[in-house]
Nanobody
Framework: QVHLVEFGGGLVQTGDSLRLSCSTS????????VGWFRQAPGKEREFVSA????????YYPDSKKGRFTVSRDNAKNTVYLQVNSLKPEDTAVYYC????????????????????WGQGTQVTVSS
């Protein structure tokens, strides 16, 4: 079982930046591809970004390119999501998810691909 914990959410103003963290105690975290998702009130969960287990490959949907950056530090068992120029529409609970894979460069964009999820961290952007 992989226990994921997200950190870094909070109440910010439009234009601010945040760095969210997703940490685990699993020592083999470098074997897991990780994704970030978010869910705003009354809306479906939305894919934000994904990163391969090595960190060498990342993916963003077109709507997320430019302001979102995913990275990881496998030595610290942590994946990060940097969000710049925050907007009120970024308000949501942000979740990280992980799936073990032997494919070093692969990432996953569908939530059903992931086996483990964190509890989420709330990001609220005031206008």
């Amino acid at each position: 079982q992989v226990h994921l914990v997200e950190f870094g959410g909070g109440l910010v103003q439009t234009g601010d930046s945040l760095r969210l963290s997703c940490s685990t105690s699993v020592r083999t975290f470098s074997s897991y591809a990780v994704g970030w998702f978010r869910q705003a009130p009354g809306k479906e969960r939305e894919f934000v970004s994904a990163i391969s287990r090595s960190g060498g490959n990342t993916y963003y949907p077109d709507s997320k390119k430019g302001r979102f950056t995913v990275s990881r530090d496998n030595a610290k068992n942590t994946v990060y999501l940097q969000v710049n120029s925050l907007k009120p529409e970024d308000t949501a609970v942000y979740y990280c998810a992980a799936v073990e894979t032997w494919r070093d460069s692969h990432y996953y964009t569908e939530d059903e691909s992931y086996d483990f999820w964190g509890q989420g961290t709330q990001v609220t952007v005031s206008s």
